[in-house]
């Protein structure tokens, strides 16, 4: 049953109705944009009961801590930090040389941890960095940080080596080196003027939580109740129609709309969570299902007393790769919090959203008794478990780049199809998988909108997908290509081909028989 939408756009006919789906970042952002740029009739539908998306944080013992995004990264032109500081959100720098590597026998190895690093993961990962460099100067194809690891001579050997990779590279995708593009990595061809800053990564500490950006971004040009920001909307259908776009809730609400601006995450996009009508072009979907979605996983767990080291991380060298490796001490920031969190990445992440909340903490429990082997676990008296990608409003923590994603699939990616645009944390090739990218993205989508509005020449062109021509090149095969640049295998040779008139004939037999004929002649 399908009823009409009991809502109207604040303005008059003549000024392009837009819709915004989602009050993450991204959504948030392109509304103020909207908003800067004269555009007041707009509506946002949002998902949830609330702003901020992916960036939410949990109450545990009294202490306001992250579930979401926890960190800004630092960037040249420090878009996010100075966000934050126009709500005075108080933050500080993450000490990484704070650490203590733990194995599982309880040992220290801290020591060892740092001679690898420093005599051979260090340099590996600055080769990493020049020859990604090189490589995109040159135009090479792209290449696993894997590969170029190993050429930079580094080749994990031990459960040590293994910590060392998951805190410096999967702890930041969250996917491990084989998987990552180097040309794209953010340590690699971009890092620098256009990508990230150096400096350590800020960890947020307000009792408001990191969200309160986004609360603060949207109460500078949207009033508490306004009715263009509308809550618990599960958005289900966008149909694209000659003239309009309607946009239809899971309460059977329509909206039409001349503008729409997409900010679901790329998980939600790839998990058909909402239909398309038509259904998006094959290019589209490909720039969609061959970009990745990580996963990470913050949990936290308020114990009776302190037992771990006092370091404000603890890395666990496990037997298995990335199995409960990276813990950061919640006390270290809140003393007398009695707070440990461990950060569950990639893979993991699946398995635990599997497993209920007492399985996990179980499996938790046992990994500290190994790595404090011999000291008492006090018990646990509070904990929280988020989990991202069961959720069909989030579908995971935030994008990837993986390696032999092009450039060309990636303009695919952020391109508009008709009158609908995308934004999000995939949406920026230097700041892809935070909240730059969603901040950035959305900004450019206004501009482009703006200038589809206004008919300037600059509207954005659709996109279309360059495709290198490949194919079979040999020319006696059935499905010989005339236009293929490069072999690629399919050729299929029949023993008895159908020519071109349409006349059957033997083609090998034929040159076989004048071969045989020719030769008899000469001997
Ligand atoms: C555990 C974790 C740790 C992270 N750590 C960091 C970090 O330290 N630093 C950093 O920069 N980034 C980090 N990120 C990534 C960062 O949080 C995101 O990149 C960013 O917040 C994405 O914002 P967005 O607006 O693009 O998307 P979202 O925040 O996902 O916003 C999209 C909105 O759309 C809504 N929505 C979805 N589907 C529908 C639907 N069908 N109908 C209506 N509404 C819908 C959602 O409810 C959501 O509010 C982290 C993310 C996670 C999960």
Known sequence: QQSQATWRYPTSAQKPRILILGAGMAGITAAKALHDKGYDNFIILEGSNRVGGRIKEVMI????????????HPDPQNLIQSLADRVNLSYVPLDSDDHVVRDGNGNDVTLEFDTRYNTSFDPAFKFLNSYAKEANAKGKPDFTVRSALSMGGWQPKSHVDDVIEVFNIDGDYPYPPEVNSGLNAFFGAY????????????????????????????????????QRLRMNEVVTDIENKDGG????????????????????????????????????????????????QGHLMHIY?????????????????????????MWQNVDKNFP??????????????????????????????????????????????????????????????????????????????????????????????????????????????????????????????????????????????????ARAKEDDGSCIILKCPISSSGSVYYENYTYTILLLIALSIMF
């Open 191 to 226: 890092s620098g003027a256009k990508g990230f800053s150096t400096t350590e990564d800020l960890t947020v500490i307000d009792k408001r939580g990191f969200s309160q950006m986004v609360r603060g971004l949207r109460a500078e040009f949207l009033p508490d109740g306004d």
């Open 336 to 481: 007398g919090s009695n707070i440990l969190q461990v950060l569950v990445l990639g893979d993991e992440v699946i398995r635990l959203e599997r497993m209920d909340d007492r399985a996990i903490l179980n499996e938790v429990i046992s990994t500290l008794s190994t790595m404090y082997r011999g000291r008492s676990i006090s018990p646990v008296i509070a904990y929280s478990i988020p989990r991202w990608n069961s959720d069909p409003l989030f579908r995971g923590a935030f994008s990837n780049w993986p390696s032999g994603y092009t450039l060309d699939t990636f303009n695919g990616l952020i391109a508009p199809v008709g009158k609908i645009y995308f934004a999000g944390d995939y949406g920026d090739p230097f700041h892809y998988g935070t909240i730059q990218a969603s901040y950035i993205s959305a900004l450019r989508v206004v501009d482009n909108i703006d200038k589809c509005v206004r008919g300037l020449d600059s509207c954005e062109a659709p996109y279309q997908p360059k495709y290198e021509a490949r194919g079979c090149t040999y020319h006696g095969a059935q499905n010989y290509n």
């Open 61 to 72: 013992g009294g202490i306001t801590v992250e579930a979401g995004a926890g960190w800004i």
């Open 245 to 292: 776009i309607s946009v239809r809730t899971r309460d059977n609400v329509t909206y039409s709309a001349d503008y729409v601006i997409v900010t679901f995450s790329i998980g939600v996009l790839q998990h058909d969570e909402v239909r398309f009508s038509p259904t998006l072009p094959l290019w589209k979907r490909e720039a969609i299902n061959q970009f990745q």
């Open 301 to 325: 767990l308020k114990f009776a007393e302190t037992f771990w080291d006092d370091n404000e991380f603890i890395l666990y060298a496990s037997e298995r790769r990335n199995y409960y490796n």
